[in-house]
């Protein structure tokens, strides 16, 4: 694959998660997609050149729900510590089903400018 390109994976089965994917994915310079669905959380095995987040909604149904202030926080924080890792970090909001995605992705926007400003 082109290397001037950025790759990442979203694996839905669990099967998937293990040493020699992680290893396959390093090898190439390929992302592994951390991802929460219908309340899973992926595994966060930083691969790659990049970060690469989808927040697919917090609740059982798919693509509902917003996420609590407490869930963005979390996030702010794991991005900070990605970021002086020197990764560049993508976080893709999908819990667009009622229209929360784009409210969500500005509230944690807004974290992560305050905890910029502190």
Not at 10 to 18: D, L, M, P, T, V
Not at 23 to 52: A, D, W
Request: hydrophobic share 30%; with cysteine.
């Amino acid at each position: 694959m082109p290397k001037e390109y950025l790759y990442t994976f979203e694996f839905r089965h669990k099967s998937w998660f293990c040493e020699a994917l992680y290893e396959l994915l390093n090898s190439h310079e390929m992302t592994l997609c951390f991802y929460n669905f219908k309340t899973y959380q992926s595994p966060e095995i930083v691969t790659g050149r990049f970060i690469y987040i989808r927040m697919h909604g917090p609740n059982k149904e798919t693509y509902q729900g917003s996420y609590e202030e407490r869930v963005l926080t979390e996030c702010t924080q794991k991005f900070e510590r990605w970021q002086q890792e020197g990764k560049t970090i993508y976080c893709y909001f999908d819990n667009d089903e009622k229209g929360f995605a784009p409210t969500d992705a500005r509230r944690l926007k807004a974290l992560i400018e305050h905890s910029k400003s502190i």
